[in-house]
Nanobody
Framework: QVQLVESGGGLVQAGGSLRLSCSAS????????MGWFRQAPGKEREFVAA????????YYADSVKGRFTISRDNAKNTVYLQMNSLKPEDTAVYYC??????????????????WGQGTQVTVSS
């Protein structure tokens, strides 16, 4: 059974940093695109970042570009999201996900088959 478990969320002041981790089990995901999405209260879930299997190609939402960095450790079946210069508008539940097809772009959540339970990130002003 595939399981994704996020950790690292919490409360931080604006300008601070957090590092999210997502540990995958039940399958080796080294050949899959892994991504992070977030959902703020009252809003739809949105794409944050994605990383290709080799780790060489990464993609970011414009709102986080230059502040967030996605990385992965295939040996540990883990993907990370380093979040710097956090803003109150980054407050959301953050989800990691694994993409299992090429029908959708890496930005589109419809292409992601496996999801974690989410971790709350709250940025105070």
């Amino acid at each position: 059974q595939v399981q994704l478990v996020e950790s690292g969320g919490g409360l931080v002041q604006a300008g601070g940093s957090l590092r999210l981790s997502c540990s995958a089990s039940g399958r080796t995901f080294s050949s899959y695109v892994m991504g992070w999405f977030r959902q703020a209260p009252g809003k739809e879930r949105e794409f944050v970042a994605a990383i290709r299997k080799s780790g060489g190609m990464t993609y970011y939402a414009d709102s986080v570009k230059g502040r967030f960095t996605i990385s992965r450790d295939n040996a540990k079946n883990t993907v990370y999201l380093q979040m710097n210069s956090l803003k109150p508008e980054d407050t959301a539940v953050y989800y990691c996900a694994v993409k299992d097809n090429d029908y959708y772009s890496d930005y589109d959540e419809r292409g992601y088959a496996y999801w974690g339970q989410g971790t709350q990130v709250t940025v105070s002003s």
